[in-house]
Structure formats: structure tokens, C-alpha cells
């Protein structure tokens, strides 16, 4: 007979449950990305703040370019690097490496490929602020760091 796994303490639940929500707002933004109507429903019930209002002015740039972006983020080595969740709304701070070797920006008339610089990071940090309020964790800032990972 196993023993049962030792459960995690609350703090680090929700904690674990800020990862995967993150997780869960990268899904909202390659959904958002890729669609030309530029509805942003479901990233509404992920993000919200500067989290928000940036990532819908990007679609939309790229929108009004022509231009949509396809393919899939993967969010990886995900580390809680601050916390209070003794606040009204818990706070977490996460740093992440995003990759978006497979997120492709292509025109959305054809659906091509569009040149990129070779020097643009496909692979990077980024540092994000998330809240626990009462529908669950939410995106409220998302920042690249600038630098490789």
C-alpha cells in the first residue's frame, strides 16, 4: 500500500492554482490573436488592468495591419517569485519563460507567413501579477523582461 502524497498547505495551493490559471490566460491570448473579429470574452475572464487593455491593443494592431497571429505559446519553469495571500485579493507574482517559437504571425487574408528579424527573442522572461478574486485567479500585469531564458 502507498502512503498518500503530502497535500499541499493553502498558501502553496494557491499558488500552484496562480500557475495554472497563467496558463489558462496564454490559451485566452492565442485564441484572441488568432481570431480577425477580435472578440476578447474569454480573455475577460482571465485578465484584467494593464493585462488587459495591453494585450487588446496588440490584437488590435496586428488586426488593423492585416495581420493575425497563429500557433500555440508554450509557458514554461513557471516560479512564484512574490506572494500575499493574506490580502482582500491574494496577490502572486510569477516569472515564467514564454516561448512563442510556434506562434506565428502570418497574414489573415492568406494565412502566410509573415518575415520576421532574426535577432526578435522567441524565448523569454516574463514577470506577471496575478489576483485571486471571486471567479479566480486573474492577469493583471504581464511584463517581458527583455532578456533570454
Known sequence: MSKPSP???PAQSAEAAAVDAYKGYWRALE?????SSGDTDQLKRVASGMAMVNADDDAKRARDRG???IGSVSVTDSTVTASD???K???????SCLDITKWNVVLAS????LPLPSTRLT???ITSTLEKWPQGWVVIEDTPQGKAC
Open 89 to 95: 485579493a491574494p496577490k502572486a507574482v510569477l516569472t
Open 7 to 9: 497535500s499541499l498547505d
Open 123 to 125: 524565448k523569454y522572461v
Open 67 to 69: 495581420h493575425l497571429i
Open 85 to 87: 495571500m493574506g490580502r
Open 110 to 113: 492568406t494565412k502566410k507567413p
Open 31 to 35: 485564441t484572441l490573436y488568432a481570431d
